[in-house]
């Protein structure tokens, strides 16, 4: 079955200090792939998305994701992190001929001082 | 401004007495879903439709009922909600390949 796997619940990282957040997939294509951000009491926010092309994909807000279809991983990264960032993110994919995304269980991002 | 609306936004109910979340998006998009969000599992889909009178189950619709009108509008229906049905609910649209706009989420408490 497919799924999405982010393997940190929670992860701490200092203002102003690298972030990457793992996620991997179990697909048997090519999937297409997203992260979006939910602040606290927000709905969910769209950050980049990969469907072909490019394996390095810019979104918003300065977050970027390598697609590695090698290691069916798809991880977020940020070169400097700010308090704002803190939120949850969520890992998601489309599945060909379906009509829905599959999530990851999300990850929690605080920033410390 | 496109977007997808929800309504209500927060809501206690008790066991049993009927209730609907409605949801609409002035995008014109074809298709729409409903997730629940819950700790540790993500969102789930509940149910989904690709147009007007066309609709079909997701991973989780047991309790659930919806309708597709007209295109802006898909409404979930609980109509006997339970405890384990409490939970965020989402509403979400797109136009073909698969970003979803999600509406800004409807938190229900079932007593």
């Known amino acids: 079955a497919q799924s999405v796997t982010q393997p940190d619940i929670h992860i701490t990282v200092s203002e102003g200090a690298s972030l990457e957040l793992r996620c991997n997939y179990s697909?048997?294509?090519?999937?297409?792939l997203f992260w979006y951000v939910q602040s606290p009491g927000q709905g969910l926010q769209l950050l980049l998305k990969y469907f072909s092309g490019d394996t390095l994909v810019q979104g918003i807000k300065g977050f970027e994701a390598e697609f590695k279809r090698s290691q069916s991983s798809f991880n977020l990264r940020k070169p400097s992190v700010h308090w704002s960032d803190a939120a949850e993110y969520f890992c998601?994919?489309?599945?060909?001929?379906?009509?829905?995304?599959?999530f990851g269980t999300g990850t929690r991002l605080l920033v410390s001082p | 401004e496109a977007q997808v609306t929800q309504n209500p936004r927060y809501l206690i109910t008790v066991t049993g007495k009927k209730l609907t979340v409605t949801c609409s998006q002035n995008?014109?998009?074809?298709?729409m879903s409903w997730y629940r969000q819950d700790p540790g599992l993500g969102l789930r889909q509940i149910y989904y439709?690709?147009?007007?009178?066309?609709?079909d189950k997701g991973d989780v619709p047991e309790g659930y009922k919806v309708s597709r009108k007209e295109k802006r509008n898909f409404p979930l229906i609980l109509e006997s909600p339970s405890p384990n049905q409490t939970s965020l609910y989402f509403c979400?649209?797109?136009?073909?390949?698969?970003?979803?706009?999600f509406g800004p989420g409807t938190r229900l408490t079932v007593t």
């Open positions: 998601a994919v489309g599945l060909t001929g379906f009509q829905k995304l599959v």
């Open positions: 697909y048997g294509a090519t999937p297409y």
């Open positions: 979400a649209s797109r136009p073909s390949a698969y970003e979803q706009y």
């Open positions: 439709s690709m147009n007007v009178e066309v609709t």
């Open positions: 995008m014109n998009h074809e298709y």
